[in-house]
Each structure stands twice: as structure tokens, then as C-alpha cells.
């Protein structure tokens, strides 16, 4: 198949020596599910603190900075969707 779907000379003429060349193309674009977005206006916090407070308690599970980040991001985004 032809990405190439029209290519012609544009149809209105506006005055001047040259003239314009419509071209399009197919393309074909993955269309993603949006996931859905949190609430946070009504958080409660409280909760959220909780949540996060009792996984550091077990530890993380390394010593690398960049995983321990990760792994607070997970715990946060874990505690977000349950209590949003």
C-alpha cells in the first residue's frame, strides 16, 4: 500500500508565479487508552501517610539510591489509587 495519498497541484491560484502542491499521506497512529486520572482534590493525606509509612517500614529492598526512589514512587502511586 501507498503511504502517498494525494499529491496534486492546489486547486486556488492567489496571485503569484507559483503554485502551492497538496500532498497528504497516510499514516497510521496507535491510538492509547488514556488512563484515568486521580482526584486529588479530595484526598485524604492521612491515609496516604499511613500507606507509605508502613511500606518503609519493611525496608527497602537495596542500597541503590536511583531503586530506593522507585520504590517510594511505587508506594506513593500504590497508595494514590487506593485512596483517590
Avoid at 58 to 83: I, Q, Y
Wanted: aromatic fraction near 10%.
Amino acid at each position: 500500500m501507498s503511504e502517498l495519498a494525494k499529491c496534486a497541484i492546489w486547486e486556488h491560484e492567489y496571485g503569484s508565479d507559483y503554485r502551492a502542491i497538496h500532498t497528504s499521506f497516510w499514516v497510521d497512529i496507535d491510538t492509547q487508552e488514556s488512563q484515568e486520572r486521580l482526584l486529588i482534590k479530595n484526598v485524604n493525606w492521612d491515609k496516604i501517610r499511613e500507606d507509605v509509612e508502613q511500606q518503609k517500614e519493611t525496608g527497602f529492598p537495596t542500597e541503590d539510591v536511583d531503586e530506593m526512589v522507585d520504590c517510594l514512587n511505587r508506594w506513593v502511586n500504590k497508595a494514590l489509587e487506593a485512596h483517590c
